[in-house]
């Protein structure tokens, strides 16, 4: 569903600095507050970057957050992401312009995994930017 880059370095950061595409906000990075896994970029800088601070790969239910943040948001600000049935949940999805969908585990989302965002991991702490949530998302009878 997202895509995974690993990447290699002598020492692993605390955070890192990722280019992200225009128009993709709000955005799920890694929490420097440890509270929580992720947190809400409503936009990225001047320079087009988010900061996205690392977790350990073996505590990262990273989907189950992205899922229930996701959702949360959508509730409260009407994106429509919880869906009746896996055709409504497509058929959104096609409206936003998102062609090539597949479902996993009553979630739809696109075929591409760039359209989600990446997880990188470098050693053993991941870094999550995760955009499009909006848009890239639909979750089929989340309450039941």
Do not use: Y
Not at 4 to 30: D, F, H, Q, W, Y
Not at 123 to 134: A, D, K, L, S
Request: charged share 25%.
């Amino acid at each position: 569903m997202f895509e995974v880059i690993r990447m290699e370095s002598k020492r692993t950061p605390l955070a890192i600095e990722v280019e992200v595409p225009p128009k993709c906000s709000p955005i799920l990075v890694g929490n420097p507050n440890k509270d929580s896994l992720l947190r809400w970029v409503e936009s990225p800088s001047k320079r087009s970057t988010v900061l996205s601070w690392g977790f350990p790969v073996k505590d990262a239910p990273i989907l189950k957050e992205v899922l229930n943040m996701t959702l949360e948001r959508s509730e409260s600000e009407g994106w429509g992401v919880a869906q009746d049935s896996l055709q409504l949940a497509t058929e959104r999805l096609k409206d936003l312009g998102i062609e090539e969908v597949e479902s996993t585990n009553q979630v739809v989302h696109p075929k591409d995994p760039t359209l989600l965002g990446s997880i990188i991991i470098i050693g053993q702490m991941c870094f999550p930017v995760i955009h499009n949530t909006r848009r890239a998302l639909s979750v089929i009878n989340p309450k039941t």
